[in-house]
């Protein structure tokens, strides 16, 4: 049993943020909640700000050695910066200690940013994607991830044929050994990159192996105008981009598609009546130029949505950053439009913590911080959002649960993130 006190914050909806100003948080032997319990007066300084783990739902396990690399959009950017760097992400053109590092950082940032799950693509290699599957194994962490699958303008060296089988035959080889190990905190997931660089075959494939594992798919939709152009040239018979993946069978709810900026109605409602999320990646639409999401239309279809940094399309995995990016997109959108509704801190800070988890069909045990949810946890030093709260303890007191949201929001780095927790487990340890 383990016992964190301090001020509890989690988000059930996006209005209704509640704030426990005093209390203890109980995790069993298990790693599951047991009780949140109100603990009499204030608490004592120093006492942490306990917020629910947050899940970043789209980003690229290989890209980190090229974020922040400056390009006018998508392709170019793939192109120049990215496709060399995933080529190079295998035992074969790296030192196994070299990539045991890079991977390993990458994991240790996710825990120093509060990330108590990660939805992630590798690069197309199957060696590194175990690899990774194993750190993270060792280190207690929380990870879907899948090889990035692609068969034709793939940076592998193979024929379109040989690529797409060798493409099917290590997908379901990755999924046989790594989908649901660690006790379900691991999961496969079946990861054809985009209608660019997949045939219908290969796209086919994956959908049918996602159907044989019970495991999810990830990809990309709709991010940038020459992207959606090049698809509709590839797929002539499909009416749209959307119906690109549905005749490929990849739509469904266990189906994450990233970006989704340039949707039409009809494709929206497509995405909604067969339950598939779109996963917003704001800091990576801005980054790359490739637009603003409107999150409210996809909501109000109906869109299931995810909250994601999109390494390295987003330049940094901070998701409060993120957060702020998906207010900050809303509120540029209503400078054109002011009947566009604004977003808050608080639903921000929900599609990354419940609202994600409800998405991904782990509402209720993820996101939350209640009595049977799994304690994927994060503890943040409040005085490190504000010099008044490490000059005036007191000033902590008369805060309601919207000014934590909106000072995590505008405020939190990891500097201010004390420990993280996965299923009870550090896997960033408090200090
Ligand atoms: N579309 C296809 N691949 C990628 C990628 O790696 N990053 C982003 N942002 N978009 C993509
Ligand atoms: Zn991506």
């Known amino acids: ?33 047991e009780d949140v319990v109100d603990l009499p007066g204030d608490p004592p300084s120093g006492a942490p700000l306990i917020i629910p783990g947050l899940i970043d ?12 690399r400056r390009e006018s959009s998508l392709l170019p950017w793939l192109e120049r910066h990215v496709f060399p760097t995933e080529k190079k992400f295998t035992r074969s053109a790296r030192g196994p200690d070299d990539l045991q590092q890079e991977i390993g950082s ?32 060792r280190r207690g962490q929380r990870l879907a991830l899948g090889k990035v699958m692609m068969d034709e303008g793939s940076y592998g060296t193979a024929q379109p044929i040989e690529a797409r089988n060798r ?42 192996i996602a159907r ?14 020459d992207e959606i152009e090049l698809v509709r040239g590839r797929f002539p018979d499909a009416s749209d981009y959307v119906d690109v993946y549905d005749k490929a069978g990849l739509l469904g709810a266990g189906t994450l598609l990233g970006h989704g900026i340039h949707l039409s109605r009809r494709e929206m409602e497509r995405l909604a009546e067969t339950g598939t999320t779109v996963v917003h990646c704001p800091t990576s639409n801005f980054f790359l130029n490739s637009g603003i999401c409107p999150i409210d239309q996809l909501r109000a279809a109906g869109v299931p949505l995810a909250l994601a940094s999109d390494i ?8 409060f950053q993120v957060m702020r990016s998906a207010i900050e997109g809303q509120k540029a959108r209503r400078f054109a439009d002011p009947s566009i509704p ?54 902590a007191r008369e805060l309601q649960a919207e000014d934590w949201l909106s000072l995590l929001v505008y405020r939190a780095t990891p500097a201010a993130i004390q420990a993280t927790m996965v299923r009870g487990a550090w896997t960033k340890a408090p200090a």
């Open 212 to 225: 044989e594992f019970g495991c999810r798919i990830q990809s990309h939709l709709s991010e940038n105008h």
């Open 167 to 208: 493409s099917l035959d290590e997908t379901r080889r990755l999924a046989a050994k790594w989908h649901g190990a660690a006790d379900g905190l691991l999961e496969y997931v079946a990861s054809p990159r985009f209608a660019v660089t997949c045939s219908m075959e290969l796209m086919r494939g994956a959908a049918e």
């Open 1 to 33: 049993m383990r016992e964190l006190a301090g001020i509890v914050l989690d988000t059930p909806t996006p209005a209704t943020p509640r704030l426990r100003g005093h209390a203890c948080v109980r995790v069993d032997e298990r790693g599951t909640i």
């Open 312 to 319: 390295a399309g987003g330049p940094e995995m901070n998701p």
């Open 57 to 68: 739902a789209h980003l690229h396990l290989p890209q980190y050695p090229v974020v922040a």
């Open 342 to 395: 604004e977003w808050t801190p608080g639903e921000a800070f929900h599609l990354a913590t419940a609202g994600a988890a409800q998405t991904l069909g782990r509402g209720g045990k993820l996101g939350i911080i209640d009595p049977a949810c799994e304690a994927d946890l994060v503890l943040i030093d409040p005085t490190a959002l504000s010099p008044s709260l490490a000059l005036s303890p007191h000033t």
């Open 106 to 137: 990458f994991l240790d940032d996710l825990a120093a940013n509060g990330i108590t799950w990660a939805i992630a693509f590798g690069a197309i290699w199957e060696d590194t994607t175990d690899l990774a599957f194993d750190l993270a194994r």
